[in-house]
């Protein structure tokens, strides 16, 4: 079965302060890896996918980076946070080659002071 | 373009009460079809997805959508429901060909079940 991992589960940053949060999958090989943002309200906003490693396509920008070094590893990360980079961040997985659904991790909060 | 409207930001149930969650979508053709449920401070979970055939389809914990082409709907269901449905319930669509890895998301249906 596969399993998705997201770390760390909660982060409480200062403002202009770096983040790096992570997210692991076990038990599918390359998998199409997704980043959310969810504000506190509930919409999702989709951050970044990416469909192979070391490639990665930007959907909005909201000053933040993605990267994925390995088949099942997918890293978000910005140098400088800001304020309204508050919220809830969830990493998704899919397969196939078209948009099937989506498979979630439980997310990691952030709250940036 | 895609889009997806759920047009009920919260709805109000007693438990064992019959609900239906509306969903109304955007799409040039037959798209796929999703409800997933979020329950607090927790990720997405899928209930349902409808990819073709049969427009009513079964999901997990007794729920189930009824896709309807006339009407560009894939409402969700569920006979009876319980105190721990309470959650908060996204309808999403997805392309059927030239996807572009990005499903759309509604803005969600909070759902209070009463005991």
């Known amino acids: 079965a596969q399993t998705i991992h997201q770390w760390p589960v909660a982060e409480i940053k200062a403002v202009g302060s770096p983040l790096s949060l992570g997210c692991t999958i076990k038990?599918?090989?390359?998998?199409?890896l997704y980043w959310y943002w969810q504000a506190t309200g509930g919409t999702l906003q989709q951050l970044f996918y990416s469909i192979t490693v070391g490639q990665v396509e930007s959907v909005v920008q909201l000053n933040l980076s993605a990267s994925r070094p390995k088949d099942d590893q997918f890293i978000l990360s910005t140098e400088k946070l800001l304020l309204s980079h508050s919220g809830f961040y969830l990493c998704a997985w899919s397969t196939g080659t078209g948009d099937y659904e989506q498979y979630f991790g439980p997310g990691t909060r952030l709250t940036v002071l | 373009a895609q889009s997806v409207t759920q047009p009920d930001a919260r709805v109000t149930v007693s438990e064992g009460a019959s609900l239906q969650l509306r969903c109304k979508y955007s799409y040039s053709a037959t798209p796929y079809l999703f409800w997933y449920v979020q329950y607090p401070r927790q990720g997405l979970q899928l209930l349902l997805k409808y990819y073709s055939g049969d427009p009513v389809v079964q999901g997990v914990n007794g729920f189930e959508a009824e896709f309807s082409k006339s009407n560009s709907s894939f409402h969700l269901r569920k006979a009876s429901v319980h105190w721990s449905d309470s959650a908060v319930y996204f309808c999403a669509v997805s392309k059927t060909s030239g996807g572009n890895y990005k499903p759309t998301f509604g803005k969600g249906t909070s759902l209070v079940v009463h005991p």
């Open positions: 038990g599918k090989s390359s998998p199409n």
